[in-house]
Nanobody
């Protein structure tokens, strides 16, 4: 069964840094875009950052200049480097793999908590 495995969440103070990683177990040739989304209780899941197979990136305005998304195609892994974290970045972060064929694959989510 194709899946993603996320890691790297945790508790950090405001201004700190964390790096999330997401490893995808499926075929690399079937990957279109990989990305990170986040969700807080009672709210919709929002895009944080995405990266295409060609390396084109897109960021939510709220994280531009602080977060960096990158991928290691040899490992089928996407990363999210988060710097200058703020309390409003607190959320469950989900990895997403948009596939060429088949439905999107979502990770189980990893909690990021930023204390003030």
């Amino acid at each position: 069964q194709v899946r993603t495995v996320e890691s790297g969440g945790g508790l950090v103070q405001s201004g700190g840094s964390l790096t999330l990683s997401c490893a995808y177990s499926g075929s690399p040739s079937n990957i279109n875009t990989m990305g990170w989304y986040r969700q807080t209780p009672g709210k919709q899941r929002d895009m944080v950052a995405t990266i295409t197979s060609g390396g084109n990136v897109n960021y939510a305005d709220s994280v531009k200049g602080r977060f960096t998304i990158f991928r290691d195609n040899s490992k089928n892994t996407v990363y999210l480097q988060m710097n200058s974290l703020k309390p409003e970045d607190t959320a469950v972060y989900f990895c997403n793999v948009d596939r060429v064929f088949g439905n999107d694959v979502w990770g189980q989510g990893t909690q990021v908590t930023v204390s003030s």
